[in-house]
């Protein structure tokens, strides 16, 4: 299901005034997030869950000032449990597996194929969430 401009505007002006809050120092960066819509394309009835590219790390300054070079991530351990976990929390299910892990100049790259999972599915679909049943704000 895609989004329309009409039901992304809450949504848009909601992140737009955090940024301003936090442009004049009066509150903390918000949580910017960009997830595609072709996630839920595949919908929850599918075998065969959706892939994306994701890039997992690159040669940019961080938050912190720090620059990791690509070349030097070490990914033996994570290529014996390949997971993908939501926002790093090792407490929720995976939501996916890497499938394949490159390097490309600057950058390290993973195909990841997404976990049929009750977790994804309710975040892969906005309007089964609780914002469409009026339970949250």
């Known amino acids: ?3 329309t401009v009409c039901e992304a505007l809450p949504e848009r002006t909601a992140l737009l005034e955090s940024l ?4 004049r120092g009066t509150s903390e960066a ?3 997030t960009k997830w595609p819509h072709a996630l839920s394309e595949g919908g929850a009835g599918d075998e065969e869950p959706s892939t994306m ?4 790390s690159s040669n940019d300054v961080d938050r912190h000032g720090d620059v990791i070079s ?5 990914l033996d351990s994570h290529q ?6 939501w926002v790093h929390d090792y407490r929720q299910p995976a939501i996916g597996r890497a499938e394949r892990v490159w390097r490309e100049p600057h950058r390290l790259l993973a195909n990841m194929k997404f976990a049929p999972t009750e977790f994804m599915t309710a975040r892969s679909q906005p309007s089964t969430g609780p914002r469409s049943s009026g339970e949250s704000r």
Do not use: A, G, I, K
């Open 80 to 85: 014996r449990n390949p997971v993908f976990l």
């Open 30 to 32: 918000p949580m910017v």
């Open 53 to 56: 590219t994701f890039v997992l």
């Open 1 to 3: 299901m895609t989004t």
């Open 20 to 23: 301003e809050s936090f442009r």
């Open 70 to 74: 690509t070349d030097d991530w070490v």
